[in-house]
């Protein structure tokens, strides 16, 4: 029988049990997807936006950030990539001008199949150690914690030392 090193645990992990875990989970999720769509020449969090597109085509930059939950200046870096990569077009409203309105170009829709199954194959990965009841508890848990983050308010962080 080896003796082989034992995974050391960050003390972070062990303080903060619960928020270690959920970002732990967040960053391997997210560079797996990354590696998935970058096969796409998409960066993380793209293929979310043209999943929307794909849903309701033409909507605006500031109802693309409600829907994702990103700010302003993210989606707008996010769609000024698309763009420059030929996915999506900016127009401005003819209704408002200071309205930019969001639509996929043809190159664009014809990665929705790619970034389903690549979708899939996230999905597939992510829940194969669960049990369909683990699933399920799983996604009632996580998003009991996010509504629970949503809800305090910025000014409940402890004030910067000075």
Known sequence: MTNQPREQVPSTAARFPVSFAVFAVARTHRARAAHLFRELGLFPGQEIM?????????QSQTSLGRTLGV?????????????????????????DRRVTLVYLTEKGRRL???????????????????????????????????????????????????
Request: charge should be negative; glycine fraction near 4%.
């Open 50 to 58: 043209l999943l929307q597109l794909w849903e309701a085509d033409g």
């Open 112 to 162: 929705e199949e790619h970034i389903e199954q690549a979708w899939s194959v996230l999905e597939r990965e992510t829940i194969k150690p669960l049990t369909p009841d683990e699933q399920t508890t799983f996604v009632a848990l996580a998003r009991r914690i996010e509504t629970g983050l949503a809800s305090n308010a910025l000014d409940d962080l402890p004030n910067p030392p000075c």
């Open 71 to 95: 700010d302003h200046s993210t989606v707008a870096k996010s769609v000024r990539r698309l763009d420059q990569a030929g996915l999506v077009t900016r127009t401005r409203s003819a209704e």
